[in-house]
């Protein structure tokens, strides 16, 4: 079996990438960054190293890279039999020409094999949006045949990896936490389902991506902001701050009662899973810095991700939000030289304020009482 894995970054190399080559699959990496190709391509290989309550360092081979920007990639694309991604959200947009490109060469090569492509991004639904993206690029036939012969499958990705601080200043090197959970809408699959250990097949997909969206990316983010804000480097100082972690913790269990509510969550194994993401917050070997945990806060804050969602939950069912509210004013007050979304937030609260600024970047009424009651956590947090 082939596959190729769009974006050989942290979660590509250190999770997916290595599940992949793990399974036996003939893997190829796409990437922009030459400098991560060309070490690949010299090397095949590079090291996972574990670490947490069992560290070990695992080694990765027989991988290949190309550029995602040649036509090698559309090549790879008429010819493997899963492309997974981890680009990031935004990026999605920007591969689905490729992926267009390359199925309409698929077609055309006569390969009607079964090929699925599974976006593990932190989003709700990305393989969906990439789908919608893909479908734009191609004519009424040409979408047919896809929907005929291409799975489009949703999944949910939770392991921890921040960029490597390695001093070995190895560019392939990743280090990891020992957690990790890559769970894939089983309904969505054309053909038999790949056996990759580590894969768990879902046929209720929505549960899974809220639950971790919702409490570990909501707990992360908060811990993120509220820790830059108590003047904390990394996740694993600002969770050891007892402030802090008080909001984080409320803010996770209000998303709980949201999440135990939908989806009949049990209410004490819930509890468990936000002791255990608090424990793995606490990893002091992973050195996550708050500001790349806390990065592209406008995304964060829209209507549809960690926060907003969460926090309408507790609305629809009345519920407390004092945490999420919390959050949410921490998030309006993130800082960052080096990400564009922090200067754009902090260009919209200087021309509009916070209460107008957080009604545009995250669709709540600017009239409504939560977005009152984030204002004044804004205004306290000064
Ligand atoms: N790092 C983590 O712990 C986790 C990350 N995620 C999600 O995984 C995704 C990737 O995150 P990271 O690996 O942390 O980011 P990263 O920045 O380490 O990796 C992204 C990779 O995509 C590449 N890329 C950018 N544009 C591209 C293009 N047009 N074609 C091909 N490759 C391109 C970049 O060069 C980079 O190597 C994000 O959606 C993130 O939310 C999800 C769970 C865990
Ligand atoms: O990758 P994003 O969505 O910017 O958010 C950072 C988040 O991604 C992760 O790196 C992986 O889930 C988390 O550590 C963190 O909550």
Known sequence: MKALHFGAGNIGRGFIGKL??????????????????DALNARHSYQVHVVGEQEQVDTVSGVNAVS???????????????????????????IAPAIAKG???????GNDR???????????????????CVLKALGEEDKTWVEAHVGFVDSAVDRIVPPSARADDDPLAVTVETFSEW?????????????????EPTDNLMAFVERKLFTLNTGHAITAWLGQQAGHQTICEAILDKNVRAVVQSAMEESG??????????AASHAAYIQKILGRFENP??????????????RKLSAGDRLIKPLLGTLEYGLPHAGLVKGIAAGLRY???????????????????????????SGLDANSSVVTEVVNAYNTQA
């Open 183 to 199: 769970i894939v809408d089983k309904t969505q699959f054309k053909g038999a389902l790949p056996p990759i250990p580590g894969m």
């Open 68 to 94: 995602s920007a040649g036509d090698a990639v559309i090549d790879l694309i008429a010819d493997v039999d899963l492309i997974t991604t981890a680009v990031g959200p935004v990026v999605l947009e920007r």
């Open 285 to 298: 070997y992973l050195k996550d810095d708050v500001e790349r945990v806390g990065r592209q806060p406008l």
């Open 257 to 266: 009662e949201v999440l135990i509510r939908r989806y009949g969550f049990d």
């Open 20 to 37: 992949l080559a793990d399974a036996g699959i003939s893997l190829t990496f796409a990437d922009v960054n030459q400098a991560v190709l």
């Open 335 to 361: 800082q960052s030289q080096e990400d564009a979304q922090a200067q754009q937030l902090m260009q919209l609260l200087a021309e509009k304020g916070p209460r107008d600024a957080l009604a545009q970047i």
């Open 114 to 132: 079964p090929l699925n492509i599974i976006a593990c991004e932190n989003m709700v639904r990305g393989t969906s949006e990439l789908k919608a």
């Open 103 to 109: 199925l309409i060469k698929r077609r055309a090569a």
